[in-house]
């Protein structure tokens, strides 16, 4: 049993330092009761990493290459969190399941093959190093087990009962502790993660929207195509447009006619949430990945309404499983020259441009094109631009963003949001070069934000309870030609002044794409079109219909 107590102590110290960090900013020791409690802290987590190591402690050919798995995971894991701030939860494994090696290549570090090397390998080896004792019988061994469960779990329930307010009231204050205790941590995250992988798995795909119908086009009608770009990892409080000090969209504020939606939530922290939420019925408060992943989204209901389809990938994350039921590219695959140029394998964005005019040409009738970017992805910002598209210095030149001052940091995620400016400015001028056969409009929202070291966090993929603004409030972008604000009577004024005034989210999305292009649909709401409120009556305008489908809890 030594083995397994020998684990939880290298857990319960060196192996949860982040949390040790945690614990002592958040306990203040005012006398002899609040000295003891923290005096129980690390009595308590050693009895508790023990009782949950004991189920490996029975297997005997298995249980030093687990323990040592667990220890190596963990360092990795701990790096991250003391580096950038994260918890490891289920979405966060979810991200690390689905992330690409361009992704992981992004994260690669000497400091991070140190740390792993120092808390995670050498630790390992230690553990494989210790002497097993020899197997007895069956019956002393069983005892034994028993015994040491006995033990932990009486340590355990008198501590729980002395200071049982005290650990309540902790824990419900500070819910972020549960997510910081390693291996806990990743290992209830990961079982979540494949169970709900496996459920999504195993569930045929439901029909959504079987009564979706547009209305047959007449003669001599313009068709319509809008142009959806998914941003990536910008956050709205940094665009220009929103009344960011600094000129971030340079060519789109010269305009005058885009209209900007200042106070946007987004529905989760990370694209794997966002993204398929987003496409989704299913409004944030109420959405569930694993329905999500088992039935029809936006794009499914548009295309069975005869409307073309196509989907741009540039996203090392992939389009998530929303773009396998449509026609889609990958554009990192087709190693357009000028464009992927990077080391990591991926592609500036304005390679979503290439050759669309001719993909546009060959899309008959009304048709959605949604432009997937990799647009200011960490941590290696400076690789998201062009090096002569660097229009703030000194930059951040390095995935150690930690490291780098606040001025360069910050100037380089803006290089990235200047860059996003010029890809979105160049395709509001290629869809003006088609505006005189269609109508044509663009609508740019990003999936999530970003932390830039506000309050010592970086990155993305904070818990939506804990996460901060800078990580749920986004940007959202709308163009749109003059004939398609005729020919759909949407009223400009109205537009730009709920652009002001009006709060939205992600959740608006799915049902404003329904209302442009007219889907008569039980399941749409209307109270989400945030076009509904500025469209003007007359034969153009969407049928009302008596109700909505909705979702139903």
């Known amino acids: 049993m030594q083995l397994g107590w020998v684990a939880a102590f290298f857990f319960a110290t060196f192996g949860n330092l982040v949390l040790w960090h945690s614990l002592w900013h958040e306990i203040e020791i005012d006398g002899l009761h609040a000295l003891l409690f923290a005096l129980s802290l690390p009595v308590f987590l050693l009895c508790l990493l023990n009782l949950l190591l004991a189920p490996v402690l029975v297997l005997p050919y298995l249980r030093k290459p687990l323990l040592a798995l667990l220890v190596v995971i963990s360092a990795s894991c701990q790096y991250f969190m003391f580096e950038y701030s994260v918890l490891i939860d289920r979405s966060m494994v979810q991200n690390i399941f689905e992330t690409s090696a361009a992704e992981v290549g992004a994260y690669l570090s000497a400091p991070l093959v140190l740390a792993v090397f120092v808390l995670g390998v050498l630790p390992a080896g230690a553990l494989l190093a210790i002497p097993t004792e020899a197997v ?42 549960k997510d910081q205790v390693l291996p806990l941590n990743f290992v209830r995250s990961t079982h979540a993660y494949l169970k709900r992988q496996y459920s999504a798995k195993s569930q045929p795909l439901r029909t959504v929207a079987e009564d979706a119908t547009r209305p047959a086009a007449a003669g001599g009608e313009r068709h319509k195509l809008v142009v959806v770009v998914v941003g990536e990892t ?95 590219e990958d554009m990192p695959a087709l190693k357009v020259p000028g464009y992927c140029l990077n080391q990591d394998g991926t592609c500036y964005d304005e390679v979503l441009l290439d050759d669309l005019g001719a993909r546009i040409d060959a899309m008959p009738g009304d048709a959605l094109i949604v432009l997937h970017q990799i647009g200011s992805h960490g941590p290696t910002y400076f690789e998201r631009y062009p090096p002569e598209a660097g229009t703030f210095r000194p930059s951040c030149d390095s995935n150690q963003i930690q490291k780098c001052s606040n001025e360069a940091l910050r100037n380089t995620y803006d290089n990235t949001l ?42 993305h993929g904070t818990p939506y309870l804990l996460a901060p603004r800078e990580q ?7 163009w749109f030609s003059p004939e398609f604000l005729r ?8 537009l730009r002044r709920n652009a002001e005034q009006g ?51």
């Open 234 to 328: 910008a956050r709205g409080q940094n665009f220009q447009l929103n009344g960011y000090a600094r000129a971030t969209n340079p060519v789109l504020a010269q305009r005058g006619d885009v209209i900007s939606f200042r106070e946007v939530s987004s529905c989760g922290t990370a694209t794997a949430v966002s993204l398929p939420c987003m496409f989704s019925r299913m409004p944030r408060s109420r959405y569930d990945d694993v329905q999500a992943a088992t039935e029809e989204n936006l794009l499914d209901v548009l295309q069975r309404t005869g409307l073309n389809i196509l989907w741009r990938n540039n996203n090392n994350g992939g389009c998530k499983g929303l773009c396998s039921r449509v026609p889609s």
């Open 487 to 494: 020919n759909a009577r949407l009223g400009i004024a109205c």
């Open 418 to 459: 200047v860059y996003t400016d010029r890809m979105l400015g160049r395709t509001i001028d290629l869809l003006e070069r088609h505006s005189a056969e269609r109508d044509v409009a663009l609508i740019y929202v990003s999936d999530h934000g970003e932390s830039l070291g506000e309050r010592g966090m970086y990155l």
């Open 503 to 553: 709060a939205y989210s992600h959740d608006n999305l799915y049902h404003s794409l329904l209302g442009l292009f007219a889907v008569q649909t039980r399941v749409y709401e209307p109270e989400l079109d945030l076009f509904a409120a500025c469209r003007e009556p007359g034969p153009a305008s969407l049928p009302q219909l008596a109700g909505g489908e909705g979702i139903r809890p």
């Open 472 to 478: 749920t409030q986004v940007p959202m972008l709308m």
């Open 136 to 177: 007895g019988r069956l019956r002393n061994v069983a005892l034994l087990w028993l015994a040491n469960l006995g033990v932990t779990i009486a340590v355990l329930a008198a501590v729980t009962l002395v200071f049982y307010k005290d650990y309540a009231s902790l824990l419900r204050n500070h819910r972020q502790l």
